[in-house]
């Protein structure tokens, strides 16, 4: 599902940083991964890499089959669009609009008509546990709940990759195990799911752990 082939990013500037160097990674199809390592590993810049949000400075990144370093920017954001769907630690919800405001966000990018959008976007929401507060607006709910708001937002296009930063960094105890056992049951045998976490809790439920430390991938 998921290929890097001797991977490497480096951030010029003043001084250039070695962000990560020859990363080499496969994660299949119906595989829930955990990146973890210490802060300024290397992580996020690996999530951005995988989530078609940064490019490598080198070596190759294939996504689903195709090589994302033969396209240009139109094509990455098309292929961002329909095969990844991302969870952040800031729920990103959009405060004047409803749940289902929110869960169609993203098909109304991908050009789908309007009535198959609010369907799509009430089955996502259903799927997460909020069919009764489909018209809530983001303010008047829970953390927990916004963050299955944002669950659904990412699923709502059936994506192959959900992408996770911190899914549980802004829950307490209780919420995190709920949005986790929901992450959980997204991962099915078409569809990966990759996490970056600190939490001890949610990379025990990962079929594979990576460790990146200083760079590189272990
Ligand atoms: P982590 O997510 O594990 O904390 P990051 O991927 O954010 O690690 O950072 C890896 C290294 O790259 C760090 O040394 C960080 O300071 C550096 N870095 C991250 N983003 C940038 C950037 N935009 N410009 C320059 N250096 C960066």
């Known amino acids: 599902m998921v290929r890097l082939v001797d991977v490497a990013k480096t951030y010029s500037g003043h001084v250039a940083v070695s962000a990560l ?3 080499n990674l496969d994660i299949r199809r119906g595989e829930m991964t955990a990146i973890v390592g210490p ?8 999530l951005n890499i995988l989530g078609l949000l940064d490019v490598p400075t080198s070596g190759r990144y294939l996504l689903d089959g195709t090589d994302t370093s033969q396209l240009g920017e139109r094509e990455l954001t098309a292929l961002r669009a329909v095969t990844l769907g991302f969870v952040f630690q800031a729920f990103h919800l959009v405060p004047h609009l409803s749940c289902v405001g929110n869960v169609m966000l993203p098909l109304a990018h991908q050009g789908w008509p309007r009535r198959d959008r ?7 929401l259903v799927q997460v546990g909020l069919a009764h507060r489909l018209d809530a607006l983001p303010t008047t709910l829970s953390g927990g709940e916004r963050q299955r708001v944002a669950v659904a937002r990412a699923i709502v296009h059936s994506p192959s990759v959900i992408l996770c930063d911190e899914p549980t960094g802004n829950l307490d105890q209780e919420n995190s195990a709920h949005v986790m056992d929901l992450l959980r049951r997204l991962v099915t045998p078409e569809r990966s799911l990759i ?7 949610v990379s025990a439920q990962a079929d594979r752990v990576v460790e990146v430390v200083d760079g590189a991938v272990r």
Request: proline letters at 0%; zero cysteines; a neutral charge.
């Open 21 to 23: 160097r020859d990363v």
């Open 39 to 46: 802060s300024g590993a290397g992580k996020s810049t690996l």
């Open 118 to 124: 609010s369907r799509l976007a009430t089955d996502a």
């Open 195 to 201: 996490v970056v976490t600190h939490d001890g809790a």
